[in-house]
Structure formats: structure tokens, C-alpha cells
């Protein structure tokens, strides 16, 4: 089960590139440093559609 919308999964990685640390990020969203990474594929330039 997914607990964030897919707007709230765009606006996490929309943060991240913005300059946003994946740290700060996990901690705001209560996720961990590795779900935000996975969630990107394997490009860090291609939202992917991860479990976040």
C-alpha cells in the first residue's frame, strides 16, 4: 500500500532537484534515504515509479 499520492511523490523528487538534500527529505517525509533513491530508477533524472 502506497501511504503518499503520486503529487506528493513529485513534489519530493521536484524538491530534490532543487537542491533539497535526500536526508532532509526522508526526515520531512518520514521515509528512508534508500525508498527516495529506488523511487528514481536508475537515472537520478527520471522519476520513477518507486514505493515511496
Do not use: C, W, Y
Request: a negative charge.
Amino acid at each position: 500500500m502506497n501511504r503518499h499520492t503520486e503529487e506528493q511523490i513529485i513534489s519530493i523528487f521536484k524538491a530534490n532537484e532543487r537542491g533539497v538534500a535526500i536526508a532532509e527529505l526522508a526526515r520531512q517525509n518520514d521515509v528512508t534515504e534508500q525508498t527516495i533513491t529506488a523511487g528514481r530508477g536508475s537515472s537520478p533524472n527520471v522519476v520513477g515509479a518507486g514505493s515511496i
